[in-house]
């Protein structure tokens, strides 16, 4: 949702919001395609709410209106309505910036890490906060820590782990020290 952003956007980005629905869609669909059985999640991040922020700064009437008579559907202007989730059986955990999602007692999904470096290692800063083991994105730079702590039961190893980013980073999408470059 770059047009969705509160930061000025290259004006080619103007209208992409169609594009990077669809694509998204045809993402989620072929993963699901590939894995009929799986569990797949999403969790929403910082791109993701910048719609409802959006709405809410610029058309608040509009926020949370749903499709006639389903009043437990997703409103119209979610990501988990435009993206069709309900279809691909795709779960959405809601809750930026504190939602998590647990695999198990000792494993949890998080948008970012607990503690943010830009210059440093995010995960050995958040494996210091935590008790469990964390995976989370936001990130782009692939990152892992691991941490050893002694417990009444022994030993007991948790990490802190980015796999970096599906986006690009070569310059074609605009970022804080990049620009166009098509």
Not at 23 to 40: T, V, W, Y
Not at 55 to 61: E, G, H, S
Not at 164 to 171: A, E, H, N, Q
Request: include cysteine; aromatic fraction near 8%.
């Amino acid at each position: 949702f770059p047009s969705h952003s509160r930061f000025v956007q290259e004006a080619g980005f103007a209208r992409s919001t169609q594009h990077g629905l669809d694509r998204a869609h045809r993402f989620l669909a072929e993963q699901r395609a590939l894995c009929p059985k799986a569990e797949i999640v999403v969790l929403e991040g910082n791109h993701d709410h910048r719609l409802p922020t959006s709405i809410l700064n610029n058309a608040a009437a509009s926020f949370g209106i749903r499709q006639a008579n389903i009043p437990d559907g997703w409103p119209v202007m979610t990501v988990p309505h435009l993206l069709r989730f309900d279809e691909l059986d795709v779960n959405y955990v809601a809750g930026y910036p504190a939602a998590r999602y647990w695999i198990n007692d000792r494993l949890a999904c998080a948008h970012a890490p607990t503690k943010m470096r830009s210059n440093a290692s995010s995960a050995a800063a958040s494996i210091e906060e935590e008790r469990v083991s964390l995976l989370y994105g936001h990130m782009h730079r692939i990152e892992v820590a691991y941490k050893t702590r002694n417990t009444r039961q022994g030993p007991k190893v948790s990490f802190a782990a980015s796999p970096g980013c599906l986006c690009r980073l070569t310059g074609e999408v605009p970022a804080t020290k990049s620009g166009m470059n098509v």
